[in-house]
Structures are given as structure tokens and as C-alpha cells.
């Protein structure tokens, strides 16, 4: 039963598998393969009627695509409702349409087929749609193709005789059959054909009719664009190992060598001897300069005489058709680029709504990805944080199997690696002197460099600690000053529309960079403006010096030990710089009386930290946090101290934080009016208060992390932890 079951399964499976296979997906109706399939079965006596809508273009060009797909939709329908239920209909192309009508007389399929004209009356867009159509008897001795054809012909008759009627073929001998044109036969079979299905044989099919619509073309390639750059997808005269080969859009354009106004409007060129020479030259130029690897397989020494047509729709070049001469001469005359031109036509007829989807679908690409790089770097405020990003977007939008940023430094004219991501450690310490490398090479180009084989280019440094093939370098300036370089190296080629996503996440990560820089800068002038208002202060206080600089960095030694976040110990450091600020409304009589304060001057004393606060509220940015710092430093835990009187853990952290460091600094630091306690002696100190007058977890992990041997004797040198330059 298991074994039945799952045989089920994959029988149904199948099903509609062949189903979606042989079904239209936007009428419903049996698409091209099933019509193919059935016209084999055709019996003598059975017509068939083709149908096509008159003036179609008109629909897409004037409502929409989104009207001309509901369009078929209602044509389709009205057929199905018109057609008996032994007859079939079908779409066999962009808006052609078919029936098989098997066991009809004469008169009967006539009337079926006017009918079906008339249905589509019923069912009008703005302005009316009408059809023209071929019917055909299948005779005793005809083949089915070739009733095809007939039926194909009266259509055309039909259409030439000014549309909206149905044309009767004559027998398949009483005429003799006109030239079938190769283009409308293509139309039809590759018209209605989903972009995936596109292979070797669909685009062979084109260049072949194209050459065959020129005299004297000996060889040929068409060139379709595919991520940005231009990939020949078929060849002729050549060798298939070029298939897939990618000229980026400045060769390509190099090897036409017209102007832009031609180029988009599809102008043909002709190029002869020296002329070819000197194209090959330039388009071998750039695109070695853009990673592509020239291959002899193109033989452009061996072109004696080449037509080249930008096939062209809606301003856009959609594709580049090469026709090409091996041997001496002059062939390609105005007559023969005509001919050429109408090929590229047909081929844009053909191409143009693959071509249109293609931009739809780079345009939402590219869109999305400004609105990720965007996010993902909003909120970047350090250097570091933006090459996270950076090598974070990397991944998501180039597929980066590694990625790092190579950071100029001005002093040591160098590439340095930093912000590595997939790279194994040994790249950290990677430098690279200026003119060595791609990097610099993009530096050089001040453009995106692409190149698709790392490990055979010859331009490449020795990389074994590169996974992928192919690598993408983009350089970072902000107006003309280096910042780096953003590296990306994965497996697949990278096209020109990776190329212009580089380009955007560079150019957002400069804007990112620029803006890290000046919060740094405002960080940096805002911290020294704070040291020198400290140091201000210890000399009015005739504190010890550097008294300011060591509380800084024992109170950010605890807090980090804490697990403070940075938010916190910005507060927790500006506190620490302004703690005394109070102490310059306190006079010099009681500030530096050598002896004991009477209860008066006490109270004035104290006051120093509410003053201290008020004044601090008066800086422009200074947290809450800090704010609190300056308040409640001399808060005790058991709650004798001030201003407040708290108590345990109602005092804030970060002053709890900054009084036990405070406090140590004190016992150390020689006064007026006392010696400096030794390291061991306040150790001690702190040991006893503990619980009493100091938070006691703080006083734990402030004895845990202060430099020292844990059963030696104190040292103050070593003790105290050295001013950081990072958080000065």
C-alpha cells in the first residue's frame, strides 16, 4: 500500500507537472507545445482556423501591459464559450490564437469561424479590438504543417486586406504555395516563450535567420545584455567555446564605435581592415582594463569585414548583432545594412517584452537595494560599525562569499586590511604599497574593477587565502581624498549591474564614513574640551596631577568589567571629567583653608555637587546619566553621605561606580592637608568600607581588574592603569 501510495503521488505529481508544461499560464488555454502536439493528430476533413489580434501594440502602448494581459484573458474566454465542445482552442503566440476543428463541413467550420470573430466584439478595451484570421481543410494527402502554413498565409491575406474578416485558404495544390518568411515563423515559435526558456537552440534560431536575411555574411554572434553586460549567446562562423563570453558595455560600445545618438537609435556601422583592427584594439583594451578574458576563439584578426546593429526598443539596446566576412572585400553595402536593420527589427520584435522584464526587474533590484544599504547603514556612527554594514550588504546584495575594506592610510601611503569578513586572520595585517594590486588599480581608474578569473589574471598578487574566482573592487573617495577600498570576491562573474550596486553601497558607506569622521571630531573636541575643564579644576583645587585623567580611567575600567554598554560609559566618563565642576562657586578661603571646616563652611562645601550639576546642565549634550555622576557622587551606600542622603542601591550606578574610584584615587594622591596613602594602604581601606560607605559588588570587581599581583606587595606605578588616548 506504501509502495501504491507513493506511486500515486509521483503519478499526480507528473500530472501537473505536464500540465503547467502544456498550459498557458496567463489564458489557460493549451499554449504552443499541446497545439503542436495535436496538429500532428489532424484527420482529413478537420480545419483549422488561426486568429490574431488586430493592432494589438496599440492596447500595451495606450493602457498597459496589465490591460493587453486582460485582454487575452477576455478573448480566450470568449472562444472557449464560442467553439463546440469537440473543437479546442489554443495560444500559440504573444496575442495569435488557434482551433482545431475536427469533423466540420466547409460551411460549418466557415460560420464556427466567424463566430469567433464576432465574440470578441462582445468583449471590447478602449478602443475596440478586432480579429483576422486563417482557416484551413486538412486534405486527404496534405501535412499537417503544411495546412499549417495555409492557414498561416490566409491570416496574413486576411490582415493585408484591411483586417477584421476571416480568409479561406485554397487547397494545398490548387496554388502554388508563397515563400514562408523565416521572421514570422520565429515570431510564432519564440514570441510566446518564458525568458528562462531561452537556450542554444532559441537564440542559434535567431542569428541564423539574420544571417540568412544578409548576402555574403560568413560568420556572426549576437550579443543580448544579462546583468549589465553584454553575453554572446549565439555564434555562427566561430567556435561555441566563446558562448557565455561578457564584453562589458564601454567594449562593446568600443567595437561599434558610433556615437550615443546611434547607438540607441540602432544606427548599422560597417566596419573594414584597418578599422576593425583598431576597434579590436580598444575593446580588447577595456575589457582586459574590466576583467573580461580576451579569447582567440574570436578571431578578430581573422575579420576582414564586419556589420554591427544595435537591436533596439523603447531607447534601449536590447541586444548586438555582429555579421562578419573572413575574406577580402566590400560586401556590406547600403543595401546590406538595410537588410541588416530590418533583421535587428525582427529580432526587437521578438526580444522586446523578454527585454522590458528585464529592466522591470533591475529597476525593483536596484531599488531595493538603496532601501537596504540605507538601512543598514543608518544607524553606523564609528568607522568599524560601517564596514560591518558594508561587508553585511556585500553578502546580501553581491552574493560575497569574502569581503573586506581595505583602509588608506595617509602617513604610510598604504592599503590596509581591516573589517574582514570570511577571510581567515592571516589577512589582518595584509598592507599593500601604493601601484601593487587590483585594489590600487581601481584607485587608479577611480571605478569599480571587475575581474572574473583572480588566479589567472596576471594583475592579481599571490592570493591564497582567497576562496572564490571572481573579485570586485570598488574605491572610496570622498571628493578627492582616499578612504579605501571595498573588496568583494565570490564564485560567479560579477556583471555591470553588480558593478552599479558596488557602486551605491560605496558611495553610501563614503556618506557613512564622512559622517562617523565628524561625530568623531565633535566626540574629540567635546572630550578635550572636558579634560581641560578637569585639569582647570584640579589646579584650582591643588588636587595631584593627572588626578582627573586616572579617575576617567579606573571609573571605564569598572564600568567595562561591569558590562557596561557605551551609552553608559559616555555618561559614566563625562561625569568623571566634571564631578568637581561645583568647586568654582566655592571661595578660595574655604576651598583652600589648610585646616578643619567649621559646620558653615561645610554646608558650602557639600553644596559644590548640586552647583556642579546645575552648571553641567548648561552643556549641550551631556546625558542624564552624567548629570546624576556629578549629583550623587558623594552619596554613601549605608546613607551618610550627600546631597541626597540615598542610600544602597538607590544611589545611581554610575556614581556608585565613580565614588569608589574616586575615593582609591584620594587615598593615593598626596593633599594639603594629608600624605599619600600606599596602594596597599587604600586597597585595605576600600576592603573595610565595603558595605559601609561603598557599594561592595563594586569595591569586588574594582579590586578584581586593578593592575597587580593578587598576593604581592602594591605598586602605585603599576597599580594605576595609564591614561587611554582612545577615551581622552
Known amino acids: 500500500m506504501a509502495a501504491v501510495h507513493s506511486r500515486l503521488k509521483i503519478l499526480s505529481a507528473s500530472y501537473t507537472y505536464r500540465e503547467q508544461a502544456y498550459t498557458d499560464a496567463l489564458t489557460a488555454l493549451p499554449n504552443r507545445r499541446q497545439f503542436a502536439d495535436d496538429l500532428g493528430r489532424i484527420e482529413h476533413g478537420d480545419h483549422l482556423l488561426v486568429l490574431d489580434l488586430d493592432h494589438f501594440k496599440r492596447v500595451n502602448d495606450r493602457h498597459g501591459h496589465a490591460e493587453g494581459d486582460a485582454t487575452l484573458q477576455r478573448v480566450a474566454a470568449a472562444l472557449r464559450a464560442t467553439l463546440r465542445s469537440q473543437d479546442t482552442a489554443y495560444r500559440i503566440g504573444g496575442e495569435e490564437f488557434a482551433a482545431l476543428l475536427p469533423r466540420t463541413s466547409p460551411d460549418e467550420a466557415r460560420l464556427i469561424a466567424e463566430r469567433c470573430r464576432d465574440a470578441a466584439r462582445q468583449h471590447p478595451p478602449h478602443p475596440p479590438l478586432t480579429l483576422s484570421g486563417g482557416l484551413a481543410r486538412h486534405g486527404l494527402r496534405d501535412d499537417p504543417v503544411t495546412t499549417h502554413h495555409r492557414a498561416d498565409d490566409a491570416l496574413y491575406a486576411a490582415k493585408e486586406a484591411g483586417r477584421d474578416r476571416v480568409l479561406i485558404a485554397p487547397p494545398a495544390r490548387s496554388v502554388p504555395a508563397a515563400p514562408r518568411d523565416p521572421w514570422q515563423v520565429l515570431r510564432g515559435t519564440l514570441g510566446s516563450l518564458p525568458d528562462q526558456e531561452f537556450g542554444h537552440n532559441e537564440w542559434g534560431a535567431l542569428l541564423r535567420a539574420a544571417c540568412d536575411s544578409v548576402p555574403d555574411v560568413q560568420g556572426g554572434s549576437l550579443y543580448v545584455p544579462e546583468e549589465g553586460d553584454f553575453v554572446m549567446r549565439a555564434q555562427l562562423g566561430f567556435d561555441d567555446t566563446l558562448l557565455g563570453d561578457r564584453c562589458p558595455p564601454a567594449a562593446q560600445r568600443a567595437w561599434y564605435t558610433l556615437n550615443e545618438a546611434d547607438w540607441v537609435s540602432g544606427q548599422p556601422r560597417v566596419l573594414r581592415g584597418y578599422a ?236 557613512a564614513i564622512e559622517r562617523a569622521e565628524r561625530i568623531q571630531a565633535i566626540q574629540d573636541g567635546r572630550e578635550g574640551i572636558l579634560i581641560a575643564l578637569g585639569r582647570a579644576l584640579e589646579a584650582r583645587d591643588f588636587e595631584a596631577h593627572g588626578h582627573t585623567a586616572r579617575v576617567v580611567n579606573l571609573a571605564l575600567t569598572v564600568g567595562r568589567a561591569m558590562g557596561l554598554n557605551e551609552a553608559h560609559l559616555a555618561s559614566l566618563r563625562d561625569g568623571a571629567y566634571l564631578h568637581d565642576l561645583g568647586k568654582v562657586q566655592i571661595p578660595d578661603a574655604v576651598l583652600l583653608k589648610p585646616g578643619p571646616l567649621d559646620d558653615a563652611e561645610w554646608r558650602l562645601m557639600r553644596s559644590h555637587s548640586l552647583a556642579g550639576e546645575d552648571l553641567a546642565r548648561h552643556i549641550p549634550g551631556l546625558s542624564s546619566e552624567a548629570l546624576m555622576v556629578i549629583r550623587h557622587h558623594h552619596e554613601r551606600w549605608n546613607g551618610s553621605g550627600y546631597p541626597d542622603g540615598l542610600r544602597g542601591t538607590a544611589i545611581p550606578l554610575l556614581a556608585r561606580i565613580f565614588s569608589v574610584c574616586d575615593v582609591f584615587d584620594a587615598l593615593i594622591s598626596p593633599r594639603p592637608y594629608k600624605h599619600a596613602w600606599s596602594v596597599e594602604e587604600a586597597v585595605n581601606e576600600l576592603r573595610r568600607e565595603a558595605g559601609h560607605s561603598l557599594d561592595p559588588e563594586v569595591v569586588e570587581v574594582f579590586l578584581d581588574h586593578l593592575p597587580g599581583p593578587p598576593d604581592g606587595p602594591w605598586h602605585a606605578e603599576s597599580a594605576l592603569p595609564r591614561p587611554d588616548v582612545t577615551d581622552m
Open 276 to 511: 576593425v583592427e583598431t576597434a579590436a584594439q580598444r575593446t580588447t583594451e577595456l575589457a582586459w582594463s574590466d576583467g573580461a578574458q580576451v579569447n582567440s576563439a574570436w578571431r578578430l584578426q581573422d575579420i576582414r569585414e564586419t556589420l554591427g546593429v544595435p537591436v533596439t526598443d523603447d531607447g534601449h539596446v536590447i541586444a548586438f548583432l555582429n555579421l562578419d566576412r573572413f575574406t577580402p572585400g566590400a560586401a556590406f553595402d547600403a543595401a546590406a545594412q538595410e537588410l541588416a536593420a530590418d533583421a535587428a527589427a525582427q529580432i526587437a520584435r521578438i526580444l522586446a517584452g523578454r527585454a522590458r522584464r528585464a529592466r522591470e526587474r533591475r529597476r525593483t533590484r536596484e531599488l531595493e537595494a538603496l532601501v537596504q544599504i540605507t538601512g543598514a547603514l543608518r544607524d553606523a556612527r564609528d568607522v568599524a560599525a560601517v564596514t560591518a554594514a558594508m561587508n553585511s550588504m556585500s553578502h546580501v546584495l553581491l552574493e560575497a562569499r569574502q569581503a573586506m575594506y581595505m583602509r588608506y592610510d595617509p602617513v604610510s601611503d598604504m592599503l590596509s586590511a581591516t573589517g574582514l569578513y570570511g577571510f581567515s586572520r592571516a589577512v589582518r595585517d595584509a598592507r599593500l604599497p601604493r601601484g601593487q594590486g587590483l585594489s590600487w588599480m581601481a584607485v587608479k581608474a577611480r571605478d569599480v574593477i571587475r575581474v572574473n578569473d583572480l588566479h589567472a589574471d596576471r594583475r592579481a598578487l599571490n592570493l591564497p587565502t582567497v576562496d572564490g574566482r571572481a573579485g570586485l573592487f570598488a574605491p572610496m573617495f570622498s571628493h578627492n581624498r582616499l578612504l579605501g577600498v571595498m573588496v568583494v570576491i565570490r564564485d560567479a562573474p560579477f556583471g555591470e549591474d553588480d558593478a552599479q550596486l558596488a557602486r551605491t553601497l560605496a558611495a553610501q558607506s563614503v556618506t
